[in-house]
Nanobody, 130 residues
Framework: EVQLQASGGGLVQAGGSLRLSCATS????????IGWFRQAPGKEREGISA????????YYADSVKGRFTISHDNAKNTAYLQMNSLKPEDTAVYYC???????????????????????WGRGTLVTVSS
């Protein structure tokens, strides 16, 4: 059974940092692309970052580029999202998702826009106070 669980959210002041983790099980982690998505109250889901380890490709949305860093640890079947310089507009529930594919950066961008064929985990709430 494919399982993903995001954790690491919390309350932080603007300018602060958090690191989210996405623990996974039930699938060959290295063969999947992993993405981070978020949904703020009253807004549509936004794909913000993704990584395809075998391809060595990474994607960031413009809204987080330069502030967030995605990484993974294949030995732990875990992906991470280091979030620095947080802003109040980063407040959202953050989710991780996986899809069985090895994707180039361009294809990662397409994937996070649709989240097609994705397995989802439960989200973690990030609240950034001003």
């Amino acid at each position: 059974e494919v399982q993903l669980q995001a954790s690491g959210g919390g309350l932080v002041q603007a300018g602060g940092s958090l690191r989210l983790s996405c623990a996974t099980s039930g699938f060959p982690f290295g063969n999947y692309a992993i993405g981070w998505f978020r949904q703020a109250p009253g807004k549509e889901r936004e794909g913000i970052s993704a990584i395809s380890s075998r391809e060595g490709s990474i994607y960031y949305a413009d809204s987080v580029k330069g502030r967030f860093t995605i990484s993974h640890d294949n030995a732990k079947n875990t992906a991470y999202l280091q979030m620095n310089s947080l802003k109040p507009e980063d407040t959202a529930v953050y989710y991780c998702a996986a899809t069985e594919a090895e994707l180039s950066t361009w294809l990662l961008r397409q994937w996070v826009a649709t989240a097609a064929a994705a397995y989802w985990g439960r989200g973690t709430l990030v609240t950034v106070s001003s």
